[in-house]
Each structure stands twice: as C-alpha cells, then as structure tokens.
C-alpha cells in the first residue's frame, strides 16, 4: 500500500488507476454480451448479413459467371 495518502496527487493517480480499470473491466462485460455494441461482429450481426445476402451469392456457380466477361457468340 501506499504510505502518507494525504497528498492529493497520488490520490488522483490511485482513482484514475481505478476508474480505468473498471473501464476495461465493464468494456470487457459489454464485449462479450453485446459486442455489437463495441464494433465486434457477433452472431446475431453475421446471421443478418447472411440473411440481406440471399442464397445466390453463397453459391460458387454464380460468382463464376458474374466474374467471367460476356460472351461474344453469335447463337443463332
């Protein structure tokens, strides 16, 4: 422990220590049960994603042919 805390500065310096570690400590909490909350891509985020996507996009079949150019034939 600190001795002689009367003086103010380490007084700071101790609650600034505490006010951020339970900073880190909350921001872990909400990290891990909300991590939309905090930019981290969970599941229910992923899953909206999957769902905008629709199943045309998943397939491999699909991405071939948009990457492919248009095709010059003449079929007639």
């Known amino acids: 422990m600190l001795v002689d805390m009367e003086d103010s500065s380490q007084w700071v310096i101790v609650a600034g220590g505490i006010v951020f570690v339970l900073g880190i ?9 909300f991590p939309e909350w905090v930019g981290i891509t969970g599941k229910v985020a992923l899953e909206a994603e999957q769902a905008h ?3 045309s996009v998943d ?3 699909s991405t ?5 150019p248009p095709s010059t034939e003449n079929r007639s």
Do not use: F, H, T, W
């Not at 400590?25 to 049960?33: D, G, K």
């Open 64 to 68: 071939q042919k948009s990457n492919e």
């Open 25 to 33: 400590v909350a921001y872990i909490v909400i990290m891990l049960l």
């Open 59 to 61: 397939s491999p079949s």
């Open 53 to 55: 996507r629709g199943d």
